[in-house]
């Protein structure tokens, strides 16, 4: 199923046609509205006029966060005020957030490009959509909503937490479809097994966008084989709107990425040099179709690769992997390169290993990682525990190349988040 077949099907050729045209008309906007872009073309000694073909992305400015940041709260404008409807800021992860403005056009093009994702999962009218992000200033929820209003899908915007409640909102209204982070999956999952609710049995939900932050296959394993339903990996940032950005087809093999929206690159993050196809990378984006504030190769600091080869479901649209991690998330423990991803990765495929996890860094080359377990193996046999304690210790040594301290901990101990999930705790720096 399609939301638009001419645009979504298109062929190669004409798509990167479409991409030209829309790179010229941006770089021209931005550079006529845009003090900030107008001095950074200056300094690079080149014009709107010089792009002629795809590859003369390349000589246009990269935009930072830290751009971003110093133009705040107005700077990045390219309309004028009485343009704007919207504000979002960055959910500030890693620091202080960044404005982000949508006209008009902005807020329905946003809410197109979920249209296309929502139905490339199978949704239909009668479904009825959770909306379990936080409404607000962030892009997560109120990007996703309307979205699928557009779609004609009844939605509840339950937002996040209140776990109880939003187990009789599913109950009561039927819900089929849920938008949540992995993290909260995971303690709503935590939450129905002590209550000895199987969701099979008991309700009637049939998939889930799961975004917002990294997770691994195995978790996505764990979440369908609890709840019986197919979930789809959802990526997007709040410069590039928000969710609606890459989005999983019914082949969950990669997340199409709208290029007739974006172009995509992936860089060397130190060098800021092009990779070829199929390596790993930086993500860079640059907006083709934003009217309130385009912004032109936006260093997401988010580590993928492009998935060569063409998906079953006949987009055009390429393919990205799973988000690797952030090239400011990556951990280094004596000049070793992790991610916490690779962390998760192994907890989670391990049968004993309850929801909940964190990653202490304590010394500059000391880690520990506490691990919320199965409540039965706190049955007073030590041996259990101690042989437990040794496997997650050696399947992180052998995927890590370093030796993690391993604390178990029985489930409930870890705070849990309604948000993004915070999993490292860096103590080196407080
Ligand atoms: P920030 O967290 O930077 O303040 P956002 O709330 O816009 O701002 O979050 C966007 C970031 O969230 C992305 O750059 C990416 O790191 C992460 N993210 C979003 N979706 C996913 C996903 N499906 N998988 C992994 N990471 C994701
Ligand atoms: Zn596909």
């Given at each position: 199923?399609?939301?638009?077949?001419?645009?979504?099907?298109?062929?190669?050729?004409?798509?990167?046609?479409?991409?030209?045209?829309?790179?010229?008309?941006?770089?021209?906007?931005?550079?006529?509205?845009?003090?900030?872009?107008?001095?950074?073309?200056?300094?690079?000694?080149?014009?709107?006029?010089?792009?002629?073909?795809?590859?003369?992305?390349?000589?246009?400015?990269?935009?930072?966060?830290?751009?971003?940041?110093?133009?705040?709260?107005?700077?990045?404008?390219?309309?004028?005020?009485?343009?704007?409807?919207?504000?979002?800021?960055?959910?500030?992860?890693?620091?202080?957030?960044?404005?982000?403005?949508?006209?008009?056009?902005?807020?329905?093009?946003?809410?197109?490009?979920?249209?296309?994702?929502?139905?490339?999962?199978?949704?239909?009218?009668?479904?009825?959509?959770?909306?379990?992000?936080?409404?607000?200033?962030?892009?997560?929820?109120?990007?996703?909503?309307?979205?699928?209003?557009?779609?004609?899908?009844?939605?509840?915007?339950?937002?996040?937490?209140?776990?109880?409640?939003?187990?009789?909102?599913?109950?009561?209204?039927?819900?089929?479809t849920l938008h949540l982070t992995p993290s909260y999956a995971l303690y709503l999952?935590?939450?129905?097994?002590?209550?000895?609710?199987?969701?099979?049995?008991?309700?009637?939900?049939r998939r889930a966008y799961l975004g917002s932050e990294p997770y691994s296959e195995?978790?996505?394993?764990?979440?369908?084989?609890?709840?019986?339903?197919?979930?789809?990996?959802?990526?997007?940032?709040?410069?590039?709107?928000?969710?609606?950005?890459?989005?999983?087809?019914?082949?969950?093999?990669?997340?199409?990425?709208?290029?007739?929206?974006?172009?995509?690159?992936?860089?060397?993050?130190?060098?800021?040099?092009?990779?070829?196809?199929?390596?790993?990378?930086?993500?860079v984006l640059t907006t083709l179709c934003r009217e309130a504030m385009p912004i032109?190769?936006?260093?997401?600091?988010?580590?993928?690769?492009?998935?060569?080869?063409?998906?079953?479901?006949?987009?055009?649209?390429?393919?990205?992997?799973?988000?690797?991690?952030?090239?400011?998330?990556?951990?280094?423990?004596?000049?070793?390169?992790?991610?916490?991803?690779?962390?998760?990765?192994?907890?989670?495929?391990?049968?004993?290993?309850?929801?909940?996890?964190?990653?202490?860094?304590?010394?500059?080359?000391?880690?520990?990682?506490?691990?919320?377990?199965?409540?039965?193996?706190?049955?007073?046999?030590?041996?259990?525990?101690?042989?437990?304690?040794?496997?997650?210790?050696?399947?992180?040594?052998?995927?890590?190349?370093?030796?993690?301290?391993?604390?178990?901990?029985?489930?409930?101990?870890?705070?849990?988040?309604?948000?993004?999930?915070?999993?490292?705790?860096?103590?080196?720096?407080?």
């Open positions: 199923m399609f939301w638009q077949k001419d645009i979504e099907a298109l062929s190669r050729k004409a798509l990167e046609e479409l991409q030209l045209k829309r790179l010229k008309q941006t770089a021209h906007r931005a550079c006529k509205n845009i003090p900030f872009y107008k001095e950074r073309f200056s300094k690079l000694n080149i014009k709107p006029n010089d792009i002629t073909s795809l590859k003369d992305i390349q000589r246009l400015p990269f935009t930072t966060r830290e751009d971003l940041r110093e133009n705040y709260p107005y700077g990045m404008l390219a309309v004028s005020k009485e343009q704007v409807v919207r504000l979002h800021t960055s959910s500030g992860t890693t620091g202080k957030p960044k404005a982000i403005f949508f006209s008009k056009k902005d807020v329905d093009r946003a809410a197109e490009l979920i249209a296309r994702c929502l139905i490339m999962t199978g949704i239909k009218k009668d479904d009825v959509l959770q909306n379990m992000m936080t409404y607000g200033l962030f892009t997560g929820a109120l990007v996703m909503h309307y979205g699928a209003e557009k779609v004609g899908v009844l939605v509840i915007p339950a937002g996040p937490g209140n776990t109880k409640r939003q187990i009789a909102l599913m109950q009561d209204f039927k819900t089929t999952a935590s939450v129905m097994g002590n209550e000895g609710l199987v969701p099979r049995r008991d309700l009637s939900l195995e978790t996505r394993d764990k979440i369908e084989k609890f709840f019986g339903i197919d979930v789809y990996n959802s990526y997007g940032l709040s410069e590039m709107n928000g969710p609606g950005v890459a989005f999983e087809c019914v082949n969950k093999n990669g997340m199409h990425l709208w290029e007739d929206n974006f172009i995509m690159e992936i860089i060397d993050p130190d060098t800021g040099k092009k990779l070829p196809e199929g390596e790993k990378g930086e993500l032109l190769r936006y260093r997401t600091r988010d580590i993928v690769m492009i998935i060569p080869g063409k998906c079953k479901c006949g987009r055009t649209h390429r393919r990205i992997s799973r988000i690797i991690g952030r090239s400011d998330d990556m951990i280094i423990i004596r000049g070793v390169n992790i991610f916490p991803q690779q962390i998760e990765r192994v907890l989670m495929g391990i049968k004993a290993v309850a929801q909940n996890y964190q990653i202490v860094l304590e010394a500059y080359d000391q880690m520990t990682v506490r691990v919320e377990i199965s409540k039965d193996l706190f049955d007073g046999r030590v041996e259990h525990l101690v042989n437990l304690q040794n496997e997650i210790t050696e399947k992180l040594r052998s995927e890590l190349l370093v030796k993690p301290k391993v604390e178990l901990l029985e489930p409930g101990t870890l705070p849990v988040s309604e948000g993004k999930s915070t999993r490292v705790i860096d103590k080196r720096t407080l």
